[in-house]
Each structure stands twice: as structure tokens, then as C-alpha cells.
């Protein structure tokens, strides 16, 4: 766990207006037009909606999110990301998006310079998707359900597609988990955390060569050629993703730290030749607490998706694109969202 811990490091003064009014609106619009407007609020601001921080409801290695009142918001409940260190680097990327799967930006604080600030989110009232499906509860409507599982597989890769793809300048996320897909009141999802994230370039970083390089990533989800070689690229966030696939049909964590063991390793065999698999075997990798109720097929096309993802050399692995396509035409007809 000691090897873990280093390895896996995760992550002026303002004046008050003086009308009283609660936050000052300002369009922060990215030079190439992606993105959308933010409020600029005062670190008094920040305070009054979280009650002087008094509720905690995530913390991460350069953060702690906290719930937050916002009166006069569409939103009356948020989450407020306040960050040491990696503030402005987010706070960049985040001015840039706008998608219905990543989580909804609605403003910050940088009162206190550029390595410190709070980030301004909606609330999402089902927590994460780690929650949802390792959370410990027994109780079958507490399950989540396999057409939700089907429907946030397609929105995750919607979200990626986005950053990789439809992005003037695209980012690579970094940190792609379990933990970092909120779910909303109907359990569509929403990316989030781009304290890891990579803006402006197309597909590869390569390391800086004089400099201690920070590795992006948490145990169980992180490529294993870019902890070889240290190059970022997209093809690392498709990695992840694979892991979310294997999450979500099989029920189990990505990585066990009692036992030491990886969900990529248990489920390698099965993935090896899936496209081949016996019914059985393709139902038995199947999360049991589901009590049968999924489709044979769609489970055999996730985890065949998910062997793709995972395949050791980058440049074997689908892009996001290729993705959506194989799950329109062989999971998803005309709709992707769930409500129920």
C-alpha cells in the first residue's frame, strides 16, 4: 500500500460588492468559444454557502468539497471544490466545458491567487458511481439497475468523446474512476474532477525530461504503459474506461486493497477470447446482486468493449467515437437517457 500511496498522489484581496448582492457575473468565455459563463463570488461568498465549511462531503489529496446553499440559483444546492495547489490549472480546463455528462460549472473564487481557490458545481443527489455500486447495500432497490449501468457505460463515453474530440483544444481527464461519475436524481451521469486534466494537444504529452513528474491516475484504473513510460495521451483515459465497463457488469471494485488484487487481473481470462465465451461464463462474470435481470448479449458486448480498451499497446485501444458506434449498433437505438 506504501507503493501505492506515492505512486497514485492524488490528487490580491477582493472586497465584498458593496450593494450586498451575493456574487458578481462574469462571462469567462475560452478564446475558442467552447465553454460557458461563470459567476465570480468572494471567498465571503464561499463561506456563507457552505456555513463556514461545516459539511464535508468528498475530500481528495489537493481538495476537500463541500455542501453548499446557493440562494437566488436555479441550483439551491451545490458543491463548492475548494483546491491548494492545482486551483488555476482546473479552474482553466472547467471555463472551457459544456456538456450535459460532465458536471455543471456555475462558478468560482480565486480571492486568494492562483494556487488556492473554490470551484462551484451543481449537487448531484445520488453521489458517485463508486457509491452506487460498492456502497455495501444488500437491498435490491438500492441495486443499480442494469439499464442504468447500459445508459452511463454510453454517457461516460459521450463525456470522453467530448473531451477528446469535440474540444477546440482537447483534453485528456487523467483520473477517469468510478469515484469521479456523479449521478443525478434519474442516474444519468456527469464526469467529473479535472484536477489531473491535460488541455491542447491532440493525442500525446510526452514527460517533461529534467522534471519529477506527478502520475496521473488512481490505483486499479491507471494505464499501465503510461506508468511505464510516463506519456500521457487519450488512450490512457480509454484504459479507464475499460475499468468502468468491467465496474459496471461485474459489480466489483477495480482494486481490492485488502487483498491487493486488480479487477483487470481477475477478469483477464474471460476477456481473452469473450467474443468466444460460453453463456455461462459470460453470466457468471455478471453481478450477481442483479438476481439475473440483464441482457446475456449486452453484457457480452461490454466486456468485449472493455477487452479492447484494456489491450497493452495504446494504439490497439478504440477511440471514444468507436465506442459510442459499436454500442448504438448493438446495445442502444434512439434512446440514451434513463428516467424513471
Given at each position: 500500500?506504501?507503493?501505492?500511496?506515492?505512486l497514485?498522489?492524488i490528487?490580491?484581496?477582493?472586497?465584498?460588492?458593496s450593494?450586498?448582492?451575493?456574487?458578481?457575473v462574469?462571462?469567462?468565455?475560452?478564446?475558442?468559444?467552447?465553454?460557458?459563463?461563470?459567476?465570480k463570488y468572494?471567498?465571503?461568498?464561499?463561506e456563507?454557502?457552505t456555513?463556514?465549511?461545516?459539511?464535508?462531503?468528498?475530500s481528495?489529496?489537493f481538495?476537500?468539497?463541500y455542501?453548499?446553499?446557493?440562494?437566488?440559483?436555479?441550483?439551491?444546492q451545490g458543491?463548492?471544490?475548494?483546491?491548494?495547489?492545482?486551483?488555476?490549472?482546473?479552474?482553466d480546463?472547467?471555463?472551457?466545458?459544456?456538456?450535459e455528462?460532465?458536471?455543471?460549472?456555475?462558478?468560482y473564487?480565486?480571492?486568494?491567487g492562483?494556487?488556492?481557490?473554490?470551484l462551484?458545481f451543481?449537487?448531484l443527489p445520488?453521489g458517485?458511481?463508486?457509491?452506487k455500486?460498492?456502497?455495501g447495500?444488500?437491498?435490491?432497490?438500492?441495486?443499480?439497475?442494469?439499464?442504468?449501468?447500459m445508459?452511463?457505460a454510453?454517457?461516460v463515453a459521450k463525456?470522453?468523446?467530448?473531451?477528446?474530440?469535440?474540444?477546440?483544444?482537447?483534453i485528456?481527464?487523467g483520473?477517469?474512476?468510478?469515484?469521479n461519475?456523479?449521478l443525478?436524481?434519474?442516474?444519468?451521469?456527469?464526469?467529473?474532477d479535472?484536477?489531473?486534466?491535460?488541455?491542447g494537444?491532440s493525442s500525446?504529452v510526452?514527460?517533461p525530461?529534467?522534471?519529477?513528474?506527478?502520475?496521473?491516475g488512481s490505483?486499479g484504473y491507471?494505464?499501465?504503459?503510461y506508468l511505464?513510460?510516463g506519456?500521457a495521451?487519450?488512450?490512457n483515459?480509454?484504459?479507464?474506461?475499460?475499468?468502468?465497463?468491467?465496474?459496471?457488469?461485474?459489480?466489483?471494485a477495480?482494486?481490492c486493497?485488502?487483498?491487493?488484487?486488480?479487477?483487470?487481473s481477475?477478469a483477464?481470462?474471460?476477456?481473452?477470447d469473450?467474443?468466444?465465451?460460453e453463456?455461462?461464463?459470460?453470466?457468471?462474470?455478471?453481478?450477481p446482486?442483479l438476481?439475473?435481470?440483464?441482457d446475456?448479449?449486452?453484457?457480452?458486448?461490454?466486456l468485449?468493449i472493455?477487452?479492447?480498451?484494456?489491450?497493452q499497446a495504446p494504439?490497439h485501444?478504440p477511440s471514444?467515437?468507436?465506442i459510442?458506434?459499436?454500442?448504438?449498433d448493438k446495445?442502444?437505438?434512439?434512446?440514451t437517457k434513463?428516467?424513471?
Open positions: 500500500m506504501a507503493f501505492f500511496a506515492k497514485f498522489r490528487k490580491k484581496l477582493r472586497r465584498r460588492p450593494n450586498n448582492q451575493v456574487g458578481v462574469v462571462y469567462q468565455k475560452a478564446e475558442d468559444g467552447d465553454g460557458s459563463s461563470a459567476k468572494s471567498w465571503d461568498d464561499i456563507t454557502f456555513n463556514n465549511f461545516s459539511v464535508v462531503i468528498g481528495g489529496g481538495s476537500n468539497v455542501l453548499a446553499r446557493l440562494p437566488g440559483s436555479i441550483h439551491p458543491a463548492i471544490k475548494i483546491l491548494y495547489q492545482v486551483f488555476q490549472q482546473e479552474l480546463i472547467l471555463l472551457r466545458l459544456c456538456h455528462n460532465i458536471v455543471k460549472f456555475l462558478g473564487c480565486n480571492d486568494k492562483m494556487y488556492e481557490g473554490a462551484v451543481e449537487y445520488n458517485s458511481l463508486h457509491e455500486l460498492h456502497g447495500s444488500k437491498r435490491m432497490e438500492s441495486i443499480l439497475r442494469w439499464k442504468n449501468r445508459a452511463i454510453f454517457q463525456a470522453i468523446e467530448y473531451l477528446h474530440e469535440k474540444c477546440t483544444l482537447h485528456v481527464h483520473d477517469i474512476k468510478s469515484s461519475i456523479l443525478d436524481e434519474y442516474f444519468n451521469c456527469k464526469l467529473c479535472f484536477g489531473s486534466a491535460k488541455m494537444f500525446v510526452l514527460p525530461s529534467r522534471t519529477k513528474q506527478v502520475m496521473m490505483p491507471t494505464d499501465p504503459h511505464r513510460t506519456i495521451s487519450k488512450k483515459d480509454i484504459y479507464s474506461y475499460g475499468v468502468i465497463l468491467l465496474e459496471l457488469v461485474t459489480g466489483m477495480a482494486f486493497p485488502e487483498r491487493g488484487q486488480l479487477l483487470t481477475l483477464a481470462a474471460v476477456l481473452k469473450v467474443s468466444e465465451c453463456s455461462k461464463k459470460v453470466k457468471e462474470m455478471v453481478d446482486r438476481g439475473g435481470e440483464f446475456l448479449e449486452e453484457a457480452r458486448t461490454m468485449s472493455s477487452e479492447l480498451c484494456l489491450r494504439i485501444r471514444a467515437t468507436e459510442l458506434h459499436t454500442m448504438e446495445i442502444f437505438s434512439q434512446q434513463i428516467h424513471k
